[in-house]
């Protein structure tokens, strides 16, 4: 006689309806890169929105310091398939810095120094579901983990909360990134394990 049933599979972790399909747990931050961490003095730091029609609305890091903050916590998956739960990060919510950007465009392009690109709806990044953050657990952002900023799109797989962000340029048309480009999903939902194109 068998000591486990077939339909005995162990006991279902409590947060386990919180991990998408294929994902796994980690406890730590791992660290994974395009290329190399770029160091970008916070003197000469800036954030740029730049329209599909050439206007552009720009932050310096003492201007972006003085913006209303919030702490999100957020699920992060990455799509290496580990997962992070409730990390908390600090920062501007994307729907401050586009309270007085006025656009018809549909989709963005982000860019961060050592030129990594990535590309979202734009509706991704608003009411609510995105931030530009500069702390992480409570303490600055180590740049190995983006700092001094990155963006934080947790509803979707990591590789879009680029790292190091420096702008955003709204366009009319798709244009895609640098992951998007090498065969990764364009749009990269977690929950339908949309890893590479095609998924």
Not at 21 to 50: C, H, K, M, N
Not at 177 to 183: I, P
Request: hydrophobic residues 35%; glycine residues 8%.
């Amino acid at each position: 006689m068998s000591i486990i049933s077939r339909g005995f599979h162990g006991r279902r972790r409590p947060d386990s309806d919180r991990l998408p399909p294929g994902q796994y747990l980690v406890d730590d931050f791992p660290v994974l890169s395009a290329g190399p961490t770029p160091q970008v003095p916070l003197d000469r730091w800036e954030f740029a929105i730049d329209t599909e029609a050439e206007q552009t609305h720009r932050w310096s890091w003492e201007e972006f310091q003085a913006l209303p903050m919030e702490t999100p916590t957020a699920d992060i998956h990455c799509v290496t398939k580990w997962s992070k739960l409730d990390t908390t990060w600090e920062g501007v919510s994307l729907d401050v810095l586009f309270e007085d950007v006025e656009t018809a465009a549909e989709y963005a392009l982000i860019h961060s120094y050592g030129g990594y690109t990535t590309n979202l709806p734009l509706e991704d990044l608003l009411d609510g579901k995105a931030w530009l953050v500069h702390r992480f657990d409570g303490e600055d952002l180590e740049p190995r983990h983006g700092g001094p900023a990155r963006l934080i799109v947790p509803h979707l797989y990591f590789w879009k909360s680029a790292k190091w962000v420096r702008g955003i340029r709204l366009l009319n048309e798709d244009w895609p990134g640098f992951w998007e480009t090498a065969g990764y999903h364009n749009y990269g939902d977690p929950w339908r394990e949309q890893r590479y194109e095609g998924d």
